[in-house]
């Protein structure tokens, strides 16, 4: 149980182009998402927070504009990068909480965006 | 805000122990967890420390010290698959969110 799914797995694309990117929990439902992004050899840094039927939390720093989340159900929260950038280029992680599970968080396995 | 330090990079050898340590300053904590990431994968759990003490899991181990900020992970009789970055995150109250460590790169040799 607590599969978290994310899709696409990898995407190239080419700048100014928008990507987005879905996160699933397939066999529970969350509430609450988190978004992280990961440079090589780097540490996850948490971009936003993603409330089911609310706006997104974002972390100091991260431009809500160019990265548009949207968590339209209780299983699924999309992350659209628009406008991408070569340096948008990375590995983007997204995490899910269960519903009444204050701590516990599932990774998906990730996306990497390689902007070009 | 928060700071968790752990070391960059760590070497064992096949069938040692090797400890990881964490140190980190936040307000309103609310757990330490630790995760296992193999390159270009998301990280796995692997602990969850709430309270003082030791929590112990087959080969791994993880302590936490509230009223020192500090927390170790143990990976005792070492294998090559544990090679992987292991990374540190503090939970904060407000919001339960994760704040990561840089990660520790463990190179397990034979």
């Known amino acids: 149980g607590a599969v978290v799914s994310q899709h696409p797995s990898w995407v190239i694309c080419k700048s100014g182009t928008s990507v987005k990117i879905e996160c699933r929990s397939l066999?529970?439902?969350?509430?609450?998402m988190f978004w992280y992004r990961q440079f090589p050899k780097q540490s996850l840094m948490l971009m936003a927070t993603?409330?089911?039927?609310?706006?997104?939390?974002?972390e100091q720093g991260v431009e809500k504009d160019k990265f548009l989340i949207n968590h339209a159900s209780l299983t699924l929260s999309t992350l659209t990068v628009t406008s991408a950038h070569p340096e948008d280029s990375s590995f983007y992680i997204c995490?899910?909480?269960?519903?009444?599970?204050?701590?516990?968080?599932?990774f998906g396995p990730g996306t990497r965006l390689l902007v070009l | 805000g928060q700071n968790i330090d752990q070391p960059t990079e760590m070497t064992a050898t096949e069938g040692a122990i090797v400890q990881i340590n964490c140190t980190y300053q936040?307000?309103?904590?609310?757990?330490l967890f630790w995760y296992q990431q193999h390159a270009g994968e998301a990280p796995t759990f692997l602990s969850y420390?709430?309270?003082?003490g030791l929590e112990e899991k087959g080969r791994f181990s993880s302590f936490l010290s509230r009223s020192k900020g500090y927390s170790y992970l143990l990976l005792k009789e070492l294998q090559m698959k544990d090679s992987a970055s292991y990374l540190c995150?503090?939970?904060?109250?407000?919001?339960?969110?994760?704040?990561f460590g840089g990660g520790t790169r463990v190179l397990v040799k034979p």
């Open positions: 995490s899910a909480r269960p519903q009444g599970g204050q701590e516990t968080q599932y």
């Open positions: 936040t307000s309103g904590f609310n757990g």
């Open positions: 066999d529970f439902q969350a509430t609450t």
């Open positions: 995150a503090v939970m904060k109250a407000a919001g339960n969110k994760l704040t």
């Open positions: 993603s409330n089911e039927g609310s706006k997104a939390t974002y």
């Open positions: 420390n709430v309270l003082d």
